[in-house]
């Protein structure tokens, strides 16, 4: 009982290269939903996927403290994002955004613009080494100026040429 009840008291949960997947995310949600002083999370290469994502998606809108959210390289589609950003407005602290070396391309891209502007203490969104083009980019290019606190946007390693990056600048 005491391990648990300082396991759901802490602010930060680093579960990075544990080798998770997807059907390793429900007890860590059921685990999240109890977590209200959470304001940091590292899933750093776990390939949670697209369900995964899903279910994480399901407990954001209770992690209200929650600053810094860092998913790089968990395999996450179009799909897992879609059902991220869904749930993401509900983060209103959210100021690091980490969805680098995933499989999101233009579609993903657009899902996530759609919540930006409601992330109002956004300060860096990390998408480096995904499938974004110029379809892409120009979708965040029109969401980012909406954010006042807004100051780094990686996106190394996509597909996106001279049209994107000038949307962007």
């Known amino acids: 009982q005491a391990t648990f009840e300082e ?3 802490g602010e930060r949960f680093i579960f990075a290269a544990l080798g998770w997947e997807d059907r390793d995310m429900e007890p860590l949600v059921e685990v999240l939903l109890h977590c209200r002083n959470l304001k940091y999370i590292d899933l750093f290469q776990n390939k949670i996927a697209h369900t995964g994502a899903e279910k994480l998606a399901e407990v954001l809108p209770s992690l209200v403290n929650l600053v810094d959210l860092k998913l790089q390289g968990c395999s996450i589609s179009d799909a897992g994002t879609t059902s991220l950003v869904k749930k993401l407005p509900s983060l209103v602290n959210l100021s690091f955004l980490d969805l680098s070396d995933n499989n999101i391309s233009d579609a993903g891209a657009a899902s996530l613009a759609e919540a930006l502007p409601s992330l109002v203490n956004l300060s860096s969104l990390r998408l480096a080494e ?3 083009s110029d ?11 909406s954010l006042k606190n807004f100051h780094t946007l990686d996106l190394e390693n996509n597909g996106i040429r001279d049209t994107g990056a000038i949307s962007l600048a």
């Open 7 to 9: 396991l759901i008291l």
């Open 130 to 132: 995904n499938n974004i």
């Open 135 to 145: 379809a892409g980019a120009k979708s965040l290019a029109v969401a980012l100026p």
